[in-house]
């Protein structure tokens, strides 16, 4: 794996295929019918492949696949792997919060220092909130490696539609 991709929460991956978008977009929604074991939900040109609320735990992957028209017999396929949406939105929030933070603390640390007041609780709730950031980061990793066999499952689901035999 590129090391590009080593620090990547939320991987994402590109298919060409070699079939029209609409044709690969009405497989998506048989299969839907065809199956309980996931759940597929389909909006214009995007499928989401996500576990059935009664199999979902907190960091449960969902896929999401975007497949786009390139002409009338290819098409491209984004897909993104990604926590639950209420899930990663929280998630972002607290490393927004953690971010304004630390920008406040230090413009607080910068103005005692500037006034030559003590200045060292400042820079140690600094450290604090990077020490946070991290605890943030790696906890994110944690998630998304518990859930590695539960991503190969859903890449199985789009592996077996992308495999099927054009009617």
């Known amino acids: 794996m590129p090391t590009t991709n080593d620090i990547v929460l939320r991987p994402r991956f590109k ?12 497989r998506f929604e048989d299969l839907k019918a065809s199956q309980t074991d996931f759940t597929i939900t389909r909006i214009d040109n995007h499928v989401f492949i996500k576990y059935p609320k009664k199999d979902q735990h907190f960091w449960s992957p969902q896929l999401h696949l975007e497949i786009d028209e390139v002409d009338q ?5 984004h ?20 971010a304004s933070l630390f920008i406040a603390i230090g ?10 007041s003590d200045f060292m609780i400042q ?4 450290v604090l909130m990077v020490i946070i950031w991290f605890v943030l980061y790696f906890a994110g990793r944690i998630g998304r490696d518990s859930s590695k066999k539960e991503m190969i499952q859903l890449r199985d689901v789009m592996d077996n539609v992308l495999q099927q035999k054009k009617p």
């Open 15 to 26: 298919i060409e295929l070699n079939e029209n978008n609409e044709t690969v977009l009405k």
């Open 79 to 98: 897909g993104l792997y990604g926590p639950n949406p209420t899930v990663w939105t929280m998630f972002m929030f607290l490393h927004f919060v953690v």
């Open 107 to 116: 413009i607080w640390a910068y103005t005692n220092w500037s006034l030559k």
């Open 123 to 126: 820079v140690s709730l600094m």
């Open 73 to 77: 017999s290819s098409s491209l396929l």
